[in-house]
C-alpha cells in the first residue's frame, strides 16, 4: 500500500526522491518523509499529508547523495508525523522505510520497552529500526539480517546506517521491492514509476531475497547470505504513460482510454480462421485445458466482480462449471485444491496481497493456477503457471477503470478459446469475435454521449445512498457500480440481485434513494422491468442502463442507452456507464477523485 523510494549516486538525493514519492503518492497519502544522509549525519524530515506538503518542508539546502523516502497508507496508529516513515533509532544512525505489516510487532515493542528503549511512535516498523540498531554486527546487512530473524509478517525495507554512508540496504517478504539500475547511481521502489524518469532497467526481487545497493551498482543475496546473482531486465512503461497529458484527473484520463487499451488487449488475440482466441501466455495445451472440469476465479474487490462475469462468460461459452470468489477469504477457509480445477487470479497490480497468498496456497497443494495480470514482471505474474497480460497500460487513479475493462476481455477471450475445445460452434465462435471486434467503437460511443448523463449525476451526487440492481449477468455490473460510486463520491451504495429486492431490500426504498437499475435487453428483459415498476410504486427514484429497443418509455424514468453487443458480451458495455457516473458524480461533489480517502491502488497488506 505504502510507496517506497531510494537513491544513491552522485547527484543530491532528495529531488529524485520527491519526483519518485510524487509518482507513488496513489499507493498511499495520509503522510510523507524522506532521510537523507549527508556529511553532517542523517537530516529527516516528514509531514502529515500529501508529498506537496514534505517538499515545502525540505530545507533549503540537502546536499547528502543518499536517501529513502516513503508514503504512507496508515496502519498501526492514526496519520500524525510521528508515525511517518522513515522511522530511526533512538541515535539517529538508522533510517528505516517499510510497506507491509509485521504481526508480532506488539510482542517486539513490548521487548524493546523492557530492555529500556522509548518509543515515539505506534508503527510495527519503528521497532525494525531498533532491532537493526541493536543487532551486534558488523556489517549493514549482518545487522538487517539479524533482525529479520525476529521478524514474523511481511515486508519491503530499504534501511540507512551512518555507519555505511555508501549504501541502502533493501528487503523483501510479500511486498514489492525493485532496484532500478542507472549510471553511476541506483535506485530503489515499491514500483517502477517512480524509476521510469530515470531508468528502464530494473530487478524485481524475490521473498527471502536482500540487496545492497551503491552508486557503482549492486549485489542480491538471500537469507543465507548466499548471492542470488539478479540481473537487470529492460521494462517499456515511458514516463509520459504516467501523465495527465491534459485531463483533470487520472481516472477521466484512463477512462477515456478504453477504447485504445481494449484494442491492444485483443490485437493479435483473435484467430478468425479457427473461430477462437490464441493466448499463448497460459502455458496449457489443448489436452491440458480440456482436463479441466471447472473454473475457479479468484480476485478482490473490482477484481472479483468482474471475475463474476467471466465466471459467467466461461459457463455459457464452454459450458465448463465455474465460479468467483474473493481471494481476500480464500485461503481461511481451508479451500479444498483439485487436480482438475483450473484456478484464475486476477490483479491490476500483480502485487495484491490476498490475491498473492492464494497463488501460494493453489501451488503449495499442488494446483494449477493461472493470471491475468496488467503489470509485467509483477509477483504474481512471476509467481503463476501461466497467464494474460491485460495490455492496458499504467493505472494511476485508485478506481480502476480501463485495466478492469481489459479483464473482462480477456476473461471473453479465455472463455472464447475454452469454448472452442469444447462444444463452442465455429459460428458461434465467429460471433464472439465479431463482437469483440466491436467493443472498442462501441466504448467510444458511450464516452461520447456522457455529456447527457448529466442530471442523473445530480440525482445520484445528491442522495446519501443508492440501490444498484441487476440479474444474471447484470448482477456482477451493478455491484462494480456500487462499488465504484462509494469509493469515489462516497454516497454509501449497495448492490443486490434484482430478483431479492422483494425479499427484503425492498423495504428500503424511499423517495431520497435512488435505485441505478441494469435492464439489458435479454431473456430477462420483462423480469427487470417488473422489479423497476416495483420501485417506482414505491416512489422511489429510478435509473436504468439499458439496450436500444428496450420500452421503458411509461415508466417515464431517466436512462443511459448502452450500445447492443452478443449477450455474453453485453457487461463489459454496461459497465463504461457505471464508471462515468461515479466519476461525475465525485467531480460534483469537489472529491479527490484519484486518490479517495482511506484507500490506495496497490493493496500490498493483508
Not at 483473435?270 to 490464441?278: G, N, P, S, V
Not at 477469504?329 to 481451508?334: I, K
Not at 449477468?473 to 434484482?498: D, N, W
Amino acid at each position: 500500500m505504502c510507496g517506497i523510494v531510494g537513491y544513491v549516486g552522485r547527484k543530491a538525493a532528495a529531488p529524485s526522491l520527491i519526483e519518485g514519492l510524487t509518482r507513488l503518492e496513489y499507493r498511499g497519502y495520509d503522510s510523507a518523509g524522506v532521510a537523507v544522509l549527508g556529511p553532517k549525519g542523517t537530516t529527516r524530515v516528514r509531514t502529515v499529508g500529501r508529498v506537496r506538503a514534505l517538499e515545502a518542508a525540505l530545507p533549503k539546502r540537502l546536499s547528502g547523495r543518499i536517501g529513502i523516502g516513503h508514503t504512507r497508507w496508515a496502519t498501526h496508529g492514526p496519520a500524525e508525523e510521528r508515525n511517518a516513515h522513515p522511522h530511526s533509532s533512538a541515535d539517529g544512525r538508522i533510517s528505516v522505510v517499510h510497506n507491509g505489516i509485521i504481526d508480532n510487532a506488539a510482542n517486539l515493542r513490548s521487548a524493546l520497552e523492557a530492555e529500556g528503549v522509548r518509543l515515539s511512535s505506534d508503527t510495527d516498523t519503528e521497532a525494525v529500526a531498533h532491532l537493526i540498531a541493536r543487532a551486534e554486527a558488523e556489517t549493514l546487512e549482518d545487522a538487517v539480517l539479524d533482525a529479520l530473524g525476529r521478524l514474523s509478517g511481511t515486508y519491503a525495507l530499504a534501511v540507512l546506517d551512518e555507519r555505511h554512508p555508501d549504501r541502502i540496504v533493501v528487503a523483501r517478504s510479500g511486498s514489492p521491492l525493485i532496484v532500478g539500475v542507472g549510471e553511476k547511481e541506483m535506485f530503489v521502489a515499491s514500483d517502477v514509476a517512480a524509476l521510469v524518469q530515470h531508468t528502464n532497467r530494473v530487478v524485481h526481487l524475490d521473498d527471502g531475497e536482500l540487496a545492497t545497493v551503491t552508486a557503482d551498482g549492486f549485489v542480491t543475496f538471500d537469507r543465507d547470505s548466499n548471492e542470488t546473482g539478479r540481473v537487470p531486465v529492460e521494462i517499456s512503461v515511458a514516463a509520459e504513460d504516467l501523465e495527465l497529458s491534459g485531463h483533470e484527473h487520472y481516472m477521466l484520463k484512463e477512462l477515456c482510454e478504453q477504447p485504445e487499451a481494449a484494442a491492444t488487449c485483443l490485437r493479435g488475440r483473435l484467430d478468425e480462421r479457427f473461430a477462437t482466441a490464441r493466448l499463448d501466455g497460459l502455458a496449457l495445451d489443448a489436452r491440458e485445458l480440456r482436463s479441466f472440469r471447472r473454473v475457479k476465479i479468484l480476485g478482490c474487490g473490482s477484481a472479483y466482480y468482474v471475475g463474476q462475469v467471466g465466471a459467467q462468460l466461461i459457463e455459457d461459452l464452454a459450458r465448463i462449471p465455474a465460479d468467483a470468489e474473493a481471494a481476500s477469504e480464500f485461503r481461511y477457509r481451508r479451500p479444498i485444491i483439485e487436480s482438475d480445477t483450473l484456478y484464475v487470479v486476477v490483479s491490476q497490480s500483480g502485487e495484491t496481497a490476498d490475491t498473492a497468498f492464494a497463488v501460494n496456497e493453489i501451488k503449495r497443494k499442488g494446483g494449477r493456477v493461472i493470471g491475468l495480470v496488467n503489470v509485467v514482471g509483477s509477483s504474481i505474474a512471476r509467481e503463476v503457471d501461466g497467464g494474460v497480460y491485460l495490455h492496458a497500460g499504467p493505472e494511476i487513479a485508485v478506481a480502476s477503470t480501463k485495466a478492469l475493462t481489459n479483464m473482462a476481455l480477456s476473461f471473453a477471450m479465455l472463455a472464447l478459446h475454452l469454448g472452442r475445445l469444447h462444444d463452442l460452434s465455429f459460428a458461434d465462435g465467429k460471433r464472439i469475435i465479431a463482437g469483440l471486434e466491436r467493443i472498442p467503437a462501441q466504448i467510444q460511443d458511450i464516452i461520447d454521449a456522457s455529456d447527457g448523463f448529466a442530471p442523473i449525476v445530480g440525482k445520484l451526487a445528491q442522495s446519501t445512498s443508492a440501490f444498484y440492481i441487476g440479474r444474471v449477468r447484470g448482477f456482477p455490473v451493478a455491484r462494480e457500480g456500487a462499488q465504484k460510486l462509494k469509493e469515489i463520491s462516497y454516497v454509501h451504495a449497495e448492490a443486490y440481485q434484482t430478483s431479492e429486492l422483494k425479499h427484503g431490500p425492498l423495504a428500503l426504498i424511499n423517495p431520497d434513494m435512488p435505485t441505478v437499475a441494469i435492464v439489458p435487453d435479454d431473456e430477462l428483459t420483462q423480469r427487470n422491468i417488473a422489479a423497476c415498476e416495483q420501485v417506482l410504486a414505491r416512489k422511489g427514484p429510478l435509473v436504468a442502463i439499458t439496450h436500444p429497443g428496450v420500452d421503458l418509455a411509461h415508466l417515464g424514468v431517466d436512462t443511459v442507452v448502452v450500445p447492443k453487443n452478443e449477450p455474453e458480451l453485453d457487461p463489459i458495455l454496461l459497465t463504461i456507464p457505471t464508471q462515468i457516473l461515479a466519476y461525475r458524480a465525485a467531480v460534483a461533489l469537489g472529491h479527490d477523485v484519484d486518490k479517495p480517502r482511506n484507500l490506495a491502488k496497490s493493496v500490498t497488506v493483508e
